[in-house]
């Protein structure tokens, strides 16, 4: 199963990209594929449209737009489930101890690392970034 991770562009910046992509690999996932981005706007926008009404959806647009980001599309049993469990919480004050955003997330926003929240958002979200032909074949 095929979820996305977005290192994010303060972790990119604080040059925690490697540990955290070590880290992912550590926990079992593999990079199917990886690309490092600078998001337009209009990209930003797009990706996180479920959160258009909320107070933070400007401000998290600017943030993801500020610099490079890496995009990871990264496959394991259960993907979904076990990449949010090894990011952990939102918030990295109430994220679990070791922790990728625990251990390199600053505030609410700068929080290190995206994934996907379902299944279903892992397949748009995979999708937004990485075409079928794009994805390397495991083995
Ligand atoms: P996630 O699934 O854990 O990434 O959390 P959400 O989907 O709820 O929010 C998306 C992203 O918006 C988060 O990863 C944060 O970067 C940002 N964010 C969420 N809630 C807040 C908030 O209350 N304040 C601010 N400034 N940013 C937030």
Redesign the pocket.
Known sequence: MLTLAIIKPDALQARNAGKILAQLEAAGFVVRAARLVKLTTTQAEAF?EV?RARP?YR??VTFMTSGPALVLALERDNAVAHLRDVIGA?DPAEAKPGSVRKLYGAS??R?AI??S?SPETAAREVAFFFAEGELRELG
Request: aromatic content about 16%.
């Open positions: 996180y959160h933070f401000p998290l939102t609410k926003e929080n995206h994934a929240d």
